[in-house]
């Protein structure tokens, strides 16, 4: 069965790097992933675009292509947008399919620190997005998780709901929202940092000008 694949994120605003590794990902485990924009997220400050305006954003980004779609849910939700219930939705909506959160290899490393973390085995894979040959420390309640769940074939993956942890090596495209969001309120245009979409209607991109 295709597995589909969770990536979220602020996306504020979304850029090539986000896009590139979702890209990626979706073909090295042959899954639908879906583009997962959060409302209020626990860990970080709340996002500089309103959620209308990052949703137009994703949508131009998005557009000429089927293999990266979007999935607004966590908008629709009040409240902290947790990991953990969004997969329990999913679940409950997907049956006996092959769920995959897709997270950075330095998120991963903070996985302990998450919202009811050892729950999400339960529900889902994870797929590791790593640079080739990139490293972490892992915290020891974690890595043991890993050790005990890692796999190297995707196919193991695909024939499971969930439960496993699996390294996906993509191209890192070294792209900071923070930069972008600094550029755009300087007047510049990080013209090759964004999908051409994005710059399609001037209003898009309007909530970071200066």
């Known amino acids: ?3 589909l694949a969770i990536f979220g994120g602020t996306f504020d605003p979304v ?3 986000h896009l590139s590794v979702a890209w990626e990902a979706s073909e090295l485990l042959d899954a639908e992933v879906r583009l997962m924009p959060a409302s209020v997220p626990p860990h970080r400050p709340p996002p500089s ?3 209308a305006q990052r949703v137009a954003m994703l949508h131009a980004a998005l557009q000429g292509q089927s293999r990266l779609t979007l999935d607004l849910r966590e908008l ?3 409240g902290p947008s947790y990991t953990i219930d969004t997969l329990i939705e999913l679940r409950a909506e997907q049956g006996d399919r092959p769920l995959v959160l897709l997270i950075g290899a330095d998120a991963f490393a903070g996985l302990s620190s998450w919202h009811r973390w050892i729950e999400l085995f339960d529900i889902a894979h994870i797929g590791v997005l790593n640079r080739p040959g990139m490293s972490v420390e892992l915290q020891v ?3 043991i ?4 769940r890692h796999i190297d074939d995707a196919a193991v993956l695909r024939a499971l709901p969930a439960g496993k942890i699996i390294d996906l090596a993509v191209t890192p495209l070294e792209i900071s ?3 972008i969001r600094e550029l755009l309120a300087a007047g510049r245009d990080p013209r090759y940092l964004l999908p051409s979409g994005l710059f399609d209607d001037p209003a ?3 909530p970071y000008r200066g």
């Open 1 to 3: 069965m295709q597995p």
């Open 15 to 17: 850029h090539l790097g």
């Open 49 to 51: 675009a309103s959620a």
């Open 76 to 78: 629709e939700r009040s």
């Open 141 to 143: 309640e974690l890595a």
């Open 145 to 148: 998780q890993k050790a005990v």
């Open 177 to 179: 929202a923070t930069r």
């Open 204 to 206: 898009l991109l309007q």
